[in-house]
């Protein structure tokens, strides 16, 4: 299964879908009309034991992380502030009392910490004939717009002419050896996105999470924009210790990748903010300026299918409809 | 782990939700204030093959299933109407592109027909270490109130006086040998609810989906309620060829229960109600007459937990919070 083929299928049933879907499956959210000038924005995330932690870590890790990642596209959206989780748990059928406990402490507490309470949700456990089934822990959102009258930052908002920026720095969020690194415990950069809207008003241009890696998920930008994208390597923020290469498609960053107009802020929120490049009109795709070489940076990341080159941990998931950035 | 016990602890924690969850964890649906007298309903249900349908069946099933099983939850609230779905899908590594597709056709065109299309998700896929990993199903639901100046149907809404009611029939939904059955495509009573709501207005009382088995999924209501529920055993509608004793623990019905006072039609939108008990002040329990003994079915139906009698085919999943009635 080829998951971007996949999505790919699924983003062409667009048109089918009725009108009170603004925003339909392709961006970080979905935004829904409720009627009125209410507006709802929902997307889903998913963190399996083993694929997105370790295995054998403290569930209370996997419920935290569920929710961090569904609160970082919120973020995404600018324009956004969490209201609600619900979520459903797919726990092995021994699990002790005490580590699903862990669990749901986990899910709680990122959850009120976000101000998106958990209010609902599932538990299911696996069947006897599945001895090393892992945990799963699936989580809905819910945010509204901070201002209704006005646009939420969506991927395909990129105009010839604006800047590219990211905050943070990109790369070494996990240990390939061990899974553990930063991506299980961020903060997703929510009041960044949000002083970004508030202070750069209609200069703001797309926004992203940087989940599946910064070369993709610019990839993401210029093709939903339909514009070319252009990185200077050297500008990229990497995390001390990693090559910007790597860093470019390592994933699981959490950052904000976004475009603008005009004078953007160096600081928001004590996050720094570089910019990496620029947006021209033509053929949609990243490329990377490295020295004197053009490289295509566009498919840099995971791809969150069954044939990866990582087996066990591959931090990422993949983005379903209006769900998920990762 | 056991179920109930879990759900008993999370319930507990209610009282640390903030003022905007109008309705907690522990009913049908959580009913949310997202400003002014916008009310929002959301609830969230999976399925798991193998689990909740049987193994190797058309990926489709399991995606109507998981629709289903949530519009079967907004039924519940009785003044309510979808709006939209979101689902997060975790699949077998070595799924096959059409199964994938099967499953999100299943999802697709059963979140259309009930008005709650399918507005965004995830696509995760297990680790290459699980060969019989189960295609799961993890589907969140949203839904708005009919007439949001009126209250919805809650389970703690039965009062002393009312009589209780089932519609349809009890028993028989899946058969224990094959797990094959009417609770992989069934209808779920929403007409039949939002035409209650309309037409008793304030006479409904409580209402829930009976998925658990009717026995327990009543004792929801008398716990909630604080009230005693009596029912006439004789006068349950038990589908044709089940014994009654089984039909109320058998589960996966989506019939609705509820609790009303004065006349209430014996058919609606063409589904046959049936009276079969009524409400008492009194201890919280559910007690079945049959003949002159009374015997306590408050217990009698799935707990869904790792401990059950049935080791594969288990259809129903377990309500955490304002999720899920099963």
């Given at each position: ?67 961090l ?36 402490e ?15 949700g ?53 240990d ?24 750069l ?54 950052e ?8 953007v802020?160096?600081w ?15 053929h ?10 053009h ?32």
């Amino acid at each position: 299964m080829r998951e971007f083929e996949l999505l790919d299928r699924i983003f062409a049933q667009n048109g089918s879908l009725p009108d009170h879907v603004l925003l339909p499956p392709g961006d970080d959210m979905a935004l829904l009309s409720l009627g009125g000038c209410t507006q709802l924005l929902a997307a889903a995330d998913s963190v399996i034991e083993g694929r997105h932690t370790p295995r054998g870590i403290d569930p209370a890790v996997i419920g935290r992380k569920a929710v961090l990642r569904n609160v970082s596209d919120v973020a995404a959206m600018a324009n956004a502030r969490p209201v609600a989780t619900i979520a459903t748990v797919v726990l092995p059928r021994d699990i002790t009392q005490e580590r699903a406990w862990r669990l749901y402490e986990g899910l709680r507490d990122a959850a009120l910490a976000w101000s998106a309470p958990l209010v609902g949700g599932d538990i299911a456990t696996t069947s006897s004939e599945d001895p090393c089934a892992p945990i799963i822990a699936c989580v809905t959102i819910l945010a509204v717009p901070l201002d209704p009258s006005r646009p939420v930052a969506t991927r395909a908002a990129a105009r010839d002419g604006d800047h590219v920026y990211v905050t943070g720095s990109i790369g070494g969020a996990w240990d390939p050896a061990t899974g553990l690194g930063r991506h299980l415990d961020f903060t997703p950069r929510l009041a960044v996105a949000q002083a970004l809207f508030r202070e750069l008003g209609d200069r703001l241009g797309a926004m992203i999470d940087v989940s599946d890696g910064l070369g993709r998920d610019l990839g993401h930008i210029a093709a939903q924009s339909r514009v070319a994208i252009e990185i200077d390597l050297a500008s990229v923020p990497v995390t001390p210790g990693c090559h910007v290469r790597e860093a470019l498609g390592h994933g699981e960053d959490y950052e904000l990748a976004f475009t603008a107009r005009g004078a953007v802020p160096t600081w928001i929120e004590g996050v720094p903010i570089v910019r990496i490049g620029r947006v021209r009109a033509g053929h949609a795709g990243v490329v990377a300026l490295d020295g004197a070489r053009h490289v295509d940076i566009s498919s840099l990341g995971f791809e969150h299918d069954g044939g990866g080159s990582r087996s066990t941990m591959r931090p990422s998931g993949g983005a379903m409809g209006g769900g998920v950035s990762t």
